[in-house]
């Protein structure tokens, strides 16, 4: 029985350590930032990206990426959302609406080592669920 208490406890100790370490684990995962594929962009939690819709090509004069991202979000908190990652991510923001080709007002237009990255953001009705919306992301990235 002396001997027996001691492995017990050791054992419970150890499944709680265990359970810490992994919880841990699954935690921080849920909380990183997803990447947009083949973009060193962030893509705004609670959205989720349409691999169906990704586009890429390599050209002498760079690359042409599009992709488009979905989620519930409301267009102007995307907005906002991307008016502040960009600069920190070296982008440089033009002038809204430049080159949005008469899109909706929530477009932005950024540019970077000699690329253009362009966001437009729309909200349309979800075609699977009944008098719901959508928010759709479109980011496309073109040589300068």
């Known amino acids: 029985m002396f001997y027996s208490l001691p492995i017990f406890v050791c054992r419970r100790v ?3 350590l265990l359970f810490l370490t992994f919880s841990g684990n699954l935690q921080g995962a849920e909380s990183r930032t ?5 973009l060193d962009l962030p893509l705004m939690p609670g959205f ?4 169906d819709s990704r586009v890429v090509f390599d050209t002498p004069a760079g690359r042409i ?5 979905e989620g519930k979000i409301p267009p102007q908190q995307v ?7 960009l600069p920190s991510l070296s ?4 002038i809204p609406g430049k080159d949005c080709n008469g899109s909706p007002p929530l477009c932005l237009v950024a540019v970077r080592d000699g690329e253009i990255l362009k966001i437009i953001i729309r909200q349309i009705k979800d075609k699977k669920i009944k008098n719901e919306t ?9 040589p300068e």
């Open 14 to 16: 150890l499944l709680i």
């Open 34 to 38: 997803a990447l947009l594929s083949d």
């Open 48 to 51: 989720h990206e349409d691999a």
């Open 65 to 69: 990426i599009e992709v488009r991202a």
């Open 79 to 85: 907005f906002d959302y991307y008016q502040l990652v």
């Open 91 to 94: 982008w440089r923001k033009e």
């Open 134 to 142: 959508k928010t759709t992301i479109y980011f496309s990235v073109n």
